[in-house]
Every structure is written in C-alpha cells, then in structure tokens.
C-alpha cells in the first residue's frame, strides 16, 4: 500500500467524519434549556477512529461548518466551536491509544470517552460563564445550559464506545482502518 494512497484515505475519511458530525448535529432536541443530540458522541468517534490530530480537525470542523450554516455567530464563536469540539475528541483519542485489539475494550474506552466528554463540557461551561460575566450574570447561562450538557457527556460517554465497537469490523474488513493507521505512522 502506498502511503500516498493511505494519507488520501485518512484526509477523505476525516472529511466524511466532519460531514457525520455536521449531519448529527442537525437532529437536536429541546431539554432543561438547551438542546440534547448525538454529535457529541460522533466527536469523541473521530478521536477513536481517526487519533487525536486528525480526528480533532474533524470534530471542530464539522461542528463550527454547522455553527456557520445555521447560526453565524461570528468568527470568536466559530473559534471556540473549533477548539472545544478538536480538544474532546483530541483527549479522548490520546486516552484511548493507538486502534489495537486493547483499545477495542471498553474498559480503555469509557474512561477516554469519559474525559474526552468532559473536557468539552467544561470549555463549554467556562465560554457560558464567560459570555455570562460579559451580560452581568455569569451564574443564570450556566445553570441553564449545565444539566443539558451534562445529559449530552453522558449519552456521549456511552453511545460513542457503541459505535465505535459497532463500525470497527466494517472499517476492518475494507481496509479502510488499516490505510488510516498507515498514513498516522
């Protein structure tokens, strides 16, 4: 295998994680004052798939390209979309190791999802205190927003191990998991 051809299947898999990202992120719903889906998970996904470079560019992209369609808040908050999606998914695939058959084991992936989700809800918290701090009320944003982003790590802490576990054998069987490990080498 050439690794020309492994570094092009690493960018083209890490553009369509950004897209799954960007697509999850799309089906939301309303609780506790703010809004309850799935991307989350898929973040932490592209850490576990993709390691923590490649794998945080795809989590931040795919979240700040949905901050961008569907909100434009503006570049700061694009930004701090970035970083705090790239750092979840950036701790949890340097946790979670290299993709062997012991990173597979979900002893090794619930605490690096663990973290990995946690991570982002403390950015999260810190940039709603922040904007809080600016309005005149740090401590209303973030009792707002903290049970809903508790409930999304949560749901993220176990649903991206699932996934994981269940899209590893396809990956495998295509080959597609080793030319991503060959072009991270």
């Known amino acids: 295998m050439k690794k020309e051809n492994a570094a092009l299947t690493r960018i083209v898999f ?4 950004a897209a799954l990202v960007f697509v ?7 609780l506790l004052g703010s809004k309850v889906h799935f991307a989350n998970a898929v973040c932490l996904l592209c850490g576990l798939l993709l390691g923590p470079n490649v794998g945080g560019m795809a989590a931040g992209l795919g979240s700040a390209l949905y901050d961008l369609t569907m909100y434009n ?6 930004l ?6 790239f750092a979840m998914a950036w701790v949890c695939a340097k946790l979670a190791g290299k993709t062997t058959e012991e990173k ?10 663990a973290a990995g989700a946690l ?11 922040i904007y809080g701090a ?3 009320n740090i401590w209303g944003p973030i009792a707002s927003k903290f049970p809903a982003s508790i409930i999304n790590a949560g749901a993220a802490m176990v649903a991206a191990p699932l996934f994981y576990r ?12 080793k030319q991503v490990e060959a072009a991270a080498k």
């Open 14 to 17: 890490g553009a369509v994680m």
């Open 24 to 30: 999850v992120t799309l089906f939301r719903f309303p």
């Open 73 to 78: 808040e503006g570049f700061v908050n694009l």
């Open 80 to 85: 701090i979309t970035f970083i705090s999606k």
């Open 104 to 113: 597979q084991r979900l002893p090794r992936l619930l605490p690096a999802c």
């Open 119 to 129: 991570t982002y809800v403390a950015l999260y918290m810190l940039k709603t205190g």
């Open 134 to 136: 600016i309005a005149g």
């Open 166 to 177: 269940a899209v590893l054998p396809a990956l495998k069987a295509g080959g597609i998991l």
